[in-house]
Nanobody, 120 residues
Framework: QVHLQESGPGLLKPSQTLTLVCTVS??????????WSWIRQAPGKEPEWIGYMSWDGLTRYSPSLRSRMVISRDTSRNQVTLQLISVTPEDTAMYYCTRLLLHWVGIPDWGQGTQVTVSS
């Protein structure tokens, strides 16, 4: 029922700011008890949780990226946005928007993902 669609630039140069938008249809991002998490995965590496926005607007970030990222939302457009500043080639990965219930109940919903490549 719910559909998540990531969008943003596929190619960036080092030092630029990455902005990714997760547009949600079939369910409001404000529905109680859902978390909207950004996850990324580089080739040959484990998936990495990088941050979330809760249904009521609270945020939490991975300690390794906390100083460089911001998750925000636009409830009128039903969108969750990721900003990552000062990108480096180590930020190259597939980026996914996901939805999961409080206490990890049920199966997560995933977007199809979007590839981000940082290269000079």
């Amino acid at each position: 029922q719910v559909h998540l669609q990531e969008s943003g630039p596929g190619l960036l140069k080092p030092s630029q700011t990455l902005t990714l938008v997760c547009t949600v249809s079939g369910g409001a991002i404000t529905i109680n008890d859902y978390f909207w998490s950004w996850i990324r995965q580089a080739p040959g590496k484990e998936p990495e949780w990088i941050g979330y926005m809760s249904w009521d607007g609270l945020t939490r970030y991975s300690p390794s990226l906390r100083s460089r990222m911001v998750i925000s939302r636009d409830t009128s457009r039903n969108q969750v946005t990721l900003q990552l500043i000062s990108v480096t080639p180590e930020d190259t990965a597939m980026y996914y928007c996901t939805r999961l219930l409080l206490h990890w109940v049920g199966i997560p919903d995933w977007g199809q993902g979007t590839q981000v490549t940082v290269s000079s």
